[in-house]
C-alpha cells in the first residue's frame, strides 16, 4: 500500500467512533500484525537482554532488588514481560489509553517464559499478571503526572515510544522522570528517528518525512500514526533540559541522501547530515548532578 494511501486510512480511522476498536480489528484480522509472530516477540525478548545489561552497566542494584517503569506499554507487553521473566522485582508500566489484551500478553508470556527459561505460571486473569509476573499494568494513566512517589524508581523504560509524543509532552513526561527516579536511577530510551511509513512503503526512503513542512505533513499525521520528526540533538536537549546527564547515546547513523538533501524542508537546513541522517539510538542518562554519588556507591559495593 502507498504510504499517503496509508496515512489517509489513519485519518479516518481516528476520526470517526470506535475507531480504535476497529483499528485493532484491523491489525488481528485483516493485515494480521497482532498477534506477533513468534520470531518477532523472540527477537524484542533479545533486545530486552541488551536493555538489561546495559541497566547493569549503569544502575547500581541488581535487578532483583529494582523497580522499573515503562511508559507506553502498547497491547502485549513483550518489555515488561522480558525484563520480568530475568528476575526484575517490579515492573510498573502505563499508557494513556487501555490497549492492552489479556489473549496477546498470554501468549506472549508463554514464549518468553521458554525463552528465557524461567518457567513461569501461565496468566489467566490481570491479577496473574501482578501475581506470577510481578508487572503493574496501568492505564489509562499519564506519563506526565504519575502518581508515583518521588525517588521510588530505579530505572526508566521506553522502546519506539518517544517518538510518537509531541515535544512539550515529552519535556513534561522527562521532568516527571527525573522527579520519580532515583539520584542514582537510570533512564534507557530507545528512539525510533526514521520514517515509520517505511515499514508500509519500502519505496520510500526512512527519511521521507523531511522532505515536507509542517504544514505540509500535518494531512499525514493521526493518534494512530503521529510522529514529532525531532532529530537526534533534538533529544539530547530535551534530557538536559529536564535535568538529566547523557551517560551514553547511541546513534544508528546512515548515509546522507542527495535526493533527501535536495528536497529538505527548510526547517531542517539548520541541522548537520549526520543530525539528519541519523535513524535512532539508545539514550542512556541519569538525574543530573547525581553522577558522581552513583559512581562512589557503585565503586564502595
Known sequence: ????????????????????????????????????????????????????????????????????????????????????????????????ERLSKLDLIRSNAAIISKASGSDRPGIASWDDLDRFWNIEYRAPADARATGLPANSIDCAVSVETLEHIPKADIAAILKELRRILRPDGVALMQIDYGDHFKGFDP?????????????????????????????????????????????????????????????????????????????????VARPADQGKDAERTRANG
Open 203 to 283: 519505496a520510500i526512503s526512512a527519511f521521507n518525512f523531511l522532505t515536507y513542512s509542517d504544514e505540509e505533513w500535518c494531512p499525514f499525521q493521526s493518534r494512530f500514526q503521529y510522529v514529532n520528526r525531532l532529530r537526534h540533538s533534538e533529544y539530547l536537549q530535551l534530557f538536559k533540559e529536564a535535568g538529566f546527564e547523557i551517560l551514553s547515546d547511541r546513534p544508528d547513523c546512515r548515509s546522507p541522501e542527495p535526493e533527501i538533501m535536495a528536497r529538505l524542508a527548510p526547517q531542517f537546513r539548520q541541522f548537520s547530515e549526520r543530525d539528519l541522517f541519523t535513524l535512532g539510538s539508545l539514550i
Open 1 to 96: 500500500m502507498h504510504w499517503q494511501a496509508k496515512a489517509r486510512a489513519f485519518t479516518v480511522l481516528s476520526a470517526i467512533p470506535f475507531g480504535e476498536g476497529l483499528h485493532y480489528a484491523l491489525q488481528r484480522y485483516v493485515t494480521r500484525r497482532l498477534p506477533r509472530p513468534e520470531k518477532q516477540i523472540r527477537s524484542i525478548h533479545t533486545f530486552a537482554q541488551q536493555l538489561l545489561r546495559t541497566y547493569s552497566e549503569y544502575g547500581i542494584r541488581p535487578l532483583q532488588a529494582s523497580t522499573f517503569f515503562e511508559f507506553g506499554a502498547g497491547r502485549d507487553l513483550i518489555i515488561p514481560l522480558a525484563f520480568s521473566a530475568h528476575g526484575v522485582k517490579r515492573f510498573i508500566t502505563v499508557d494513556i
